[in-house]
């Protein structure tokens, strides 16, 4: 067993969504969350910048002791998982490859939709991830970079991201998609809007419950689970103060804690 916490990181409050699924899937595991909100969107930056804010996000979680890394960030999954994963000892899951997994196990006309920001889809990972698939015939990939400010702004529940989401998934709906992988931990957040628009008929994936999922099966088996009787504390760090960043975790999580905030450019 293994008492040390699991550090989560994303651009912003995205991550906040695979936050939710380790509580849910893992109630007995601390939790150190980095949020960095002084630098979203990650999704409109280049590859090279994205994998160096990376670097210095997991160098930030291994002063606070994690034992493993949740990548809660589509973005960084895609661009920079092998960088942060040959730079550091530690076990780190990113959130691409569960995505398309599940994408594909919920398909059964064989055409699977993924939106996500810019950056993602031109990295290519889910379209190639997708295609790996055997039960998926036709990957349509569509980024929608609005989504993100969107989220970050709490206008979820709003006539302005509803248009947003109308405009967007136009094109994947004439498609004949029956399943959409939300590749962005920020879009599960406007998941009512996403599924009106698409309606009833397609499935939406989120990717992290299939992440954690896998998180939790590797820490088993490595026999790292926390295993106490006091209940985990969790502790929520960010790169530039919001006060949209305790709205949105009250949303997301249920629950407010407060954000510390630090100096994500000194790792
Ligand atoms: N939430 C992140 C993702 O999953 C990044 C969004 C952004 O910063 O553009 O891709």
């Not at 990548?71 to 999954?77: G, K, L």
């Not at 994947?172 to 809007?193: A, W």
């Not at 309606?199 to 998180?215: C, F, Q, S, W």
């Not at 760090?237 to 999580?253: G, L, N, P, Q, W």
Request: hydrophobic share 40%; with cysteine.
């Amino acid at each position: 067993m293994d008492e040390r916490p699991i550090g989560v990181f994303d651009s912003g409050v995205g991550g906040l969504t695979v936050a939710r699924e380790i509580l849910r899937q893992m109630p007995e595991e601390a939790i150190v969350y980095f949020g960095d909100t002084a630098r979203v969107p990650y999704g409109s930056k280049s590859r090279e910048t994205v994998t160096r804010f990376s670097l210095q996000d997991v160098r930030f979680l291994l002063t606070k002791n994690v034992k493993a890394v949740v990548v809660a960030c589509n973005t960084a999954s895609a661009n920079s998982l092998p960088a942060m994963q040959a730079a550091f000892q530690l076990p780190i899951f990113g959130v691409v490859e569960p995505g398309a997994k599940a994408g594909a196990k919920a398909t059964k006309n064989g055409k699977v939709g993924v939106i996500a920001t810019s950056s993602t889809i031109q990295s290519g990972a889910y379209q190639q991830a997708l295609r790996r698939e055997p039960e998926v015939k036709e990957v349509y990939a569509k980024a929608c970079p609005l989504f993100v400010p969107l989220a970050e702004e709490g206008w979820t529940e709003d006539e302005v991201a509803d248009l947003t989401a109308r405009r967007y998934l136009r094109e994947l709906q004439d498609r004949g998609v029956d399943t959409l992988v939300m590749g962005c931990t920020h879009y599960p957040l406007l998941r009512r809007c996403i599924g009106e628009v698409m309606g009833p008929k397609v499935t939406l994936i989120d990717p992290a419950r299939e992440t954690i999922l896998r998180v939790k099966e590797a820490l088993s088996s490595a026999n790292a689970l926390r295993q106490s009787d006091q209940p985990p504390q969790h502790h929520f760090y960010v790169s530039d103060r919001t006060a949209m960043f305790e709205t949105i975790c009250r949303k997301a999580i249920g629950q407010v804690y407060e954000a510390e905030e630090i100096a994500i450019e000194q790792y």
